[in-house]
T-cell receptor
Framework: AQSVTQLGSHVSVSEGALVLLRCNYSSSVPPYLFWYVQYPNQGLQLLLKYTSAATLVKGINGFEAEFKKSETSFHLTKPSAHMSDAAEYFCAVTARGGATNKLIFGTGTLLAVQP | DVKVTQSSRYLVKRTGEKVFLECVQDMDHENMFWYRQDPGLGLRLIYFSYDVKMKEKGDIPEGYSVSREKKERFSLILESASTNQTSMYLC????????????FGPGTRLTVL
């Protein structure tokens, strides 16, 4: 069974600083991995996804994530935080193949950006 | 522009009431999902549907049922609302199989008194 663990339920960075949000997954076979963002009072929006085409995945708003099989990680990074990045971020995993495969979400990391 | 809409943003109900949460998508997606979001627990899947009149239980189906009579509409039903069902409810839809993107509605914050 798949699962994801997000280390740190709250992360605070200064504007302009590096953003690093951690996600580790558990899966018996290479999965699909996703990062979603939820801005206040909104639904979730896809930031990026890993499908095996490339281990470094670029997403919207300057975010990227690197799939590291040896570390079973898919950490999200952004070189320079902006105030508008303040939101909750969710890592998610699903197995390959099968329309009924479920998306399993982590517990989320709330990112605060200080001026 | 793709869109998933939910019938209410905020809802207050009393214990024992029957509650209907409606979700509509305009993207002709086969798959639709209902999640519950609670602080510290992330999103948990309640039910999903991969076709009209088809449904499958998710991880926390107890106390909930669903209905999908038309492709674009997926309803979540709380037969007898309880205070522990106070939560944020999110609907999503997806075309085809993973790794297709799930598109989310804005959520319904339900309070059961």
């Amino acid at each position: 069974a798949q699962s994801v663990t997000q280390l740190g339920s709250h992360v605070s960075v200064s504007e302009g600083a590096l953003v690093l949000l951690r996600c580790n997954y558990s899966s018996s076979v290479p999965p699909y991995l996703f990062w979603y963002v939820q801005y206040p009072n909104q639904g979730l929006q896809l930031l990026l996804k890993y499908t095996s085409a490339a281990t470094l995945v670029k997403g919207i708003n300057g975010f990227e994530a690197e799939f590291k099989k040896s570390e079973t990680s898919f950490h999200l990074t952004k070189p320079s935080a902006h105030m508008s990045d303040a939101a909750e971020y969710f890592c998610a995993v699903t197995a390959r193949g099968g329309a009924t495969n479920k998306l399993i979400f982590g517990t989320g990391t709330l990112l605060a950006v200080q001026p | 522009d793709v869109k998933v809409t939910q019938s209410s943003r905020y809802l207050v109900k009393r214990t024992g009431e029957k509650v209907f949460l409606e979700c509509v998508q305009d993207m002709d997606h086969e798959n639709m999902f209902w999640y519950r979001q609670d602080p510290g627990l992330g999103l948990r899947l309640i039910y999903f549907s991969y076709d009209v009149k088809m449904k499958e239980k998710g991880d926390i189906p107890e106390g909930y049922s669903v209905s999908r009579e038309k492709k674009e509409r997926f309803s979540l039903i709380l037969e007898s609302a309880s205070t522990n069902q106070t939560s944020m409810y999110l609907c999503a839809s997806r075309a085809g199989s993973p790794p297709g993107e799930q598109f989310f509605g804005p959520g319904t914050r339900l309070t059961v008194l």
